[in-house]
């Protein structure tokens, strides 16, 4: 009840906007009897429509463990997860894929191309799942390479693309089926300064574009670029509205 | 997703695989092969000594020494002999023709030229019973057969040997040294059960008896072999009843027959008993290499679903469902199987029409045979896709991930 109150205070205090995330008092216990695991402890989170937000805290803060469950990759133990003002929490192996498909697009450290299809094949997949029609499949993929950069590299296959490049077809991937939520779980993690900033670039314009993103990241360089960080603890939320410049005293803390 | 999204996905990740996609269909198309040509082989052999049966006459009766019957095998004693051909003739109303015959291998020589051939002792009945006809000269006579006369028909193969294209007829050939006139050539009929037919010289049963092969029974002229025309198709029971009836009689037999009446019916039941267990045999034995074939198609998979875990983990992150990918490695294993049991197909109906060409033997091609081999390779495929589908299917998508 508390709880409720405390963000209900958070969203009157800004500007109004739909809310895409809210996490009520989620809990994620792992494993049972003596070797039990609690990775989230109680930890309540809401982000809105157009928030540019990154999950940072040491490993096993639980912050990998979150954004499973936001990811709809895993259910909480208890608690109440609202996506896109559904409650996703206790819903079926089937219903989950379906949401993943259609709300959720994923950016993973290790891009997780299919090696024997071909960039716009590669960003056709989630369309493919999504019953989307095949002669729409193909300029819906060709519009979310050219939005990434790679309107010239279409037909090119992963082997034959730089590791930026990759990262970038996979964000191309994730944006095509229109999602509510863009979820990016250390998505620099496999790439030097150089290319880092370049994606960095990418979902910058995304989110500039509307796209509402959140992101797993440890390297504070990259969380410095976001709008808002959450710091994780111990699977508690620590803080939950870190402002950029905030960082580098807690990164000394 | 729809059934058609996922036959092209699995098509273009078994094509990314080419070798190992053609290695591991190798083991259904050689299984699927060997069913098919084991199969028709098998079946042709039947058909080949079918027809061959057939081709003896219609209504034919076979009279054989020995109790084929019997369980112990013992010698049979010569108590088969032309008086009860004779017999036969004069008392069992349901017979058309009654044709005993006498066998041995002799050589047979002409001029400077001999062959090793088989002499036949028979009557002229032989040719109306068995079916025969004289293409050059003529037959003997029942007075020939009395008279012991030293006459002879060769086959074919007989004259080509001994005459080559010269002109038989008239000329004397020896037979253990005795002289004989050559009066006709036979009409060719091929090979009966992989015995040569035209490689035969036809004599009179009695010249046979007294003069080539010697007396040796003690209850008469024996003879080796009866061959027995019924009236027409309804008297062949009847025929066979009275004709052992009549021997019984004759051997004064109280137990066990000393001879065996078979029907064409009859020989043809046993003649398809032999061949189709031998046919089963030989489906059984491919039926493994098939069998192995479709492990092989469970191991690949296996393998593969191994080695793909990140693609099956990024597949359900992006939103495949369980059945998605339950049905993407299902339609893998049926298309690699189906696809190797067409190629097969092909292969086994080379290898049957391969075997026709070169041998007697008219394998045939059965479309039920090849659509049971097709759909039981595509059933393999099913069958031994599900372990390996089911457990791609079951993967935690976070786990599948992670794995690197």
């Known amino acids: 009840m508390q709880n409720q109150l405390s963000t209900a205070s958070e969203a009157l205090s800004t500007e109004f906007k739909p809310v895409i995330i809210r996490l009520e008092n989620i809990s994620k216990v792992y494993g049972i009897g003596e070797t039990l695991v609690h990775a989230i402890r109680d930890a309540s989170l809401t982000v809105e429509q157009g928030e540019y937000c990154s999950i940072m805290g040491a490993s096993g803060s639980g912050k990998s463990s979150v954004m499973n469950i936001i990811g709809c990759l895993d259910r909480p133990t208890s608690g109440h997860y609202y996506l896109d003002r559904v409650d996703v929490s206790q819903l079926g192996d089937t219903e989950l894929a379906r949401i993943r498909n259609i709300k959720l697009g994923f950016v993973f450290q290790q891009f997780h191309l299919l090696a024997q299809l071909s960039a716009v094949e590669n960003v056709m997949l989630p369309m493919v799942y999504a019953g989307v029609k095949p002669g729409e499949r193909r300029d819906r993929a060709v519009e979310a390479l050219t939005k990434v950069g790679l309107a010239n590299r279409l037909n090119n296959k992963p082997n034959q693309l730089s590791g930026g490049q990759q990262q970038r077809v996979a964000i191309a991937r994730a944006i095509v089926n229109r999602p509510v939520l863009l979820l990016a779980d250390e998505p620099t993690g496999a790439l030097d300064s150089k290319t880092t900033q370049e994606v960095m670039d990418i979902f910058t314009e995304l989110n500039e574009s509307g796209i509402t993103i959140v992101m797993v990241t440890h390297e504070a360089d990259v969380a410095r670029q976001t709008r808002r960080i959450v710091w994780f603890r111990d699977g508690e939320v620590l803080h939950s509205h870190l402002k950029p410049e905030d960082i580098n005293q807690l990164a000394v803390s | ?189 091929g090979s009966f059960l992989g015995s040569n037919q035209d490689d035969t010289v036809y004599i009179p049963l009695t010249t046979a008896a007294n ?6 029974s003690p209850y008469g002229l024996e003879v080796s072999f009866i061959s027995v025309s019924a009236k027409d198709a309804n008297s062949i029971g009847a025929a066979q009843f009275q004709i052992s009836n009549l021997l019984r009689l004759r051997h004064k037999i109280t137990t066990e027959d000393d001879f065996t009446v078979r029907t064409q019916k009859d020989v043809l039941t046993i003649v398809g008993t032999i061949s189709g267990a031998l046919t089963l045999m030989l489906a059984a034995i491919a039926g493994i290499s098939l069998f192995v074939g479709g492990i092989g198609v469970m191991n690949i998979m296996l393998v593969s679903v191994t080695e793909r875990t990140q693609e099956i983990g990024l597949r359900k992150a992006i939103g495949a469902t369980q059945q998605d990918i339950l049905i993407q490695f299902m339609i893998e294993a049926i298309i690699l199987s189906a696809a190797g049991g067409i190629l097969g197909t092909f292969i086994g109906v080379g290898g049957i029409m391969l075997v026709g060409a070169v041998t007697p033997l008219k394998a045939g091609i059965s479309p039920v045979a090849i659509a049971i081999a097709v759909g039981v390779s595509g059933g393999i495929g099913l069958f031994f896709g599900v372990v390996p589908a089911r457990r791609a299917a079951q993967l935690d998508p976070i786990v599948a991930l992670r794995s690197a």
């Not at chain 2, 290695?23 to 027809?51: D, F, H, P, R, Y």
């Not at chain 2, 019957?69 to 013992?74: E, G």
């Not at chain 2, 003069?211 to 040796?216: C, K, N, Q, S």
């Open chain 2, 211 to 216: 003069r080539i092969i010697g007396r040796t």
């Open chain 2, 1 to 189: 997703m729809d059934i058609l999204e996922s036959i092209k996905m699995a098509t273009t990740t078994l094509v990314a695989n080419k070798l190992r996609s053609s290695l591991t269909m190798l083991g259904i198309i050689i299984g699927n092969a060997s069913v098919i040509a084991m199969v028709g082989i098998g079946q042709g052999a039947q058909k080949l000594a079918s027809e061959q049966f057939e081709s003896l006459g219609p209504n034919v009766l076979f009279i054989i020494p020995g109790n084929q019957n019997a369980q112990r095998n013992r010698d049979v004693p010569k108590t088969l002999v032309l008086e009860d051909a004779e017999a036969i003739v004069r008392q069992v109303p349901s017979v058309g023709g009654v044709a005993p015959q006498i066998q041995t291998r002799q050589s047979v020589t002409y001029s400077n030229k001999n062959t090793n051939t088989q002499i036949m002792g028979v009557t002229p009945e032989f040719l109306p019973v068995r079916s025969f006809n004289v293409a050059k000269g003529r037959f003997f006579s029942n007075q020939d057969v009395k008279g012991n006369t030293q006459v002879a028909i060769l086959g074919p193969d007989v004259v080509k040997k001994l005459f080559g294209n010269s002109n038989s007829i008239g000329e004397r050939v020896r037979i253990k040294n005795i002289s004989f006139l050559v009066i006709g050539v036979m009409e060719s009929k």
